[in-house]
């Protein structure tokens, strides 16, 4: 199956500083790629849709603000947390798709912890 | 709107038993998609089997097979002969689109954890 990396796979930073998450498939063209957040214990909910070239659409109640998507390539695509603080101390998990019909192939998720 | 709902938050099976994991979906769109996700402790999604809503025949793959009932909104999954390893959190999901056409978001159930004992 397609392979989806994610980069770093955890991260511990200070409340303020912003984190960028790096998703990447790697052996396919991802026209569209999905960011996921994920508490412990809990489901994955979908943060927000992004497709190469364009502007990311977000799910109700995420701050676009404040988790910035870049989706520059057709291979990668990137989550910046802004601003961090504990409270979005979670687990980021991105997936790609590809055109024609490709499966959600997901990336094997970014811990991220703000102190 | 789109809901999946799991209602078993644990199972416990024992090893070399089968195991059905429930999943119910409530959707409007006629063409959809059903997936099961295995979910280790170390975090990754890792895909189980998928379920087209006009597939005529349930899925199978090796050990999994997904007893899709169209009628009743259910797509339970089963495991048979358990292992060790698939001790995990075990997620439903939908996605309101076809494989065969630019696949959408996926809404995912609450998930089930899998305990498999010797």
């Known amino acids: 199956g397609a392979v989806v990396s994610q980069h770093p796979s955890r991260v511990i930073c200070k409340s303020g500083t912003s984190v960028k998450i790096e998703c990447r498939s790697l052996?396919?063209?991802?026209?569209?790629m999905f960011w996921y957040r994920q508490f412990p214990k809990q489901s994955l909910m979908l943060m927000a849709t992004?497709?190469?070239?364009?502007?990311?659409?977000?799910e109700q109640g995420v701050e676009k603000d404040k988790f910035l998507i870049n989706h520059a390539s057709l291979t990668l695509s990137t989550l910046t947390v802004t601003s961090a603080h504990p409270e979005d101390s979670s687990f980021y998990i991105c997936?790609?798709?590809?055109?024609?019909?490709?499966?959600?192939?997901f990336g094997p998720g970014t811990r991220l912890t703000v102190t | 709107a789109q809901k999946i709902t799991q209602t078993q938050p644990g199972m416990f099976v024992q090893e070399k038993e089968a195991v059905t994991l429930d999943c119910t979906y409530d959707t409007s769109d006629p063409s959809y998609g059903l997936f099961w996700y295995k979910q280790p402790s170390s975090g990754e999604m890792i895909f189980l089997i998928y379920?087209?809503?006009?597939?005529?025949q349930n899925a199978t793959e090796g050990r999994y097979s997904l007893n899709f009932q169209k009628a009743r909104k259910s797509a339970n999954l089963v495991i048979s002969a358990s292992q060790l390893g698939d001790s995990a959190m075990y997620f439903c999901?939908?996605?309101?689109?076809?494989?065969?056409?630019?696949?959408?978001?996926?809404?995912f159930g609450r998930g089930t954890q899998l305990t498999v004992w010797p």
């Open positions: 999901a939908m996605t309101p689109a076809y494989r065969g056409s630019t696949l959408g978001r996926l809404y």
């Open positions: 379920q087209g809503s006009y597939d005529q």
């Open positions: 997936s790609a798709s590809g055109t024609g019909g490709s499966e959600q192939y």
């Open positions: 992004s497709n190469e070239g364009s502007k990311a659409t977000y």
């Open positions: 052996d396919f063209q991802a026209t569209t």
